[in-house]
Nanobody, 113 residues
Framework: VQLQASGGGLVQAGGSLRLSCVASGLAFGSAAMGWYRQAPGKTRELVARIYADGSIYYADSVKGRFTISRDNAKNTVYLQMNSLTPEDTAVYYC????????WGQGTLVTVSS
C-alpha cells in the first residue's frame, strides 16, 4: 500500500490550498480516508475523515473552512483548505484505514501572517 500526498506549500493567511492523496495497493472505495496534521512540537491530530459511505467528520478547528472529498475512480482523497491561518501550519498526512492503517509521507503547509 502506498499513499502519495501532495499540494502543500507556502500561502499567506486567508489563502487556500488543496491537498491530494493518491492511494494504491488497497481497495480504496472501501477504506476510510483521513487527513491528519502535526505542527512543530505538537502531537499529530485528526483534521478530517471521510468514510466509505461518504459520511464525514471534521475537527472543530477546521469546520467551515476545510472540505474533504474523495474520488474513488481516481483512488484519491482531497482536502480543500480555505481561510488558512498561521495556526494551520503543519505537516499534513493522509491515512487509509481498512482493517489496518496506512500513512502517507506528509506534505508541508506553511501559512504566513
Amino acid at each position: 500500500v502506498q499513499l502519495q500526498a501532495s499540494g502543500g506549500g507556502l500561502v499567506q493567511a486567508g489563502g487556500s490550498l488543496r491537498l491530494s492523496c493518491v492511494a494504491s495497493g488497497l481497495a480504496f472505495g472501501s477504506a476510510a480516508m483521513g487527513w491528519y496534521r502535526q505542527a512543530p512540537g505538537k502531537t499529530r491530530e485528526l483534521v478530517a475523515r471521510i468514510y466509505a459511505d461518504g459520511s464525514i467528520y471534521y475537527a472543530d478547528s477546521v469546520k467551515g473552512r476545510f472540505t474533504i472529498s474523495r474520488d474513488n475512480a481516481k483512488n484519491t482523497v482531497y482536502l480543500q483548505m480555505n481561510s488558512l491561518t498561521p495556526e494551520d501550519t503543519a505537516v499534513y498526512y493522509c491515512k487509509a484505514s481498512l482493517g489496518y492503517s496506512y500513512w502517507g509521507q506528509g506534505t508541508l503547509v506553511t501559512v504566513s501572517s
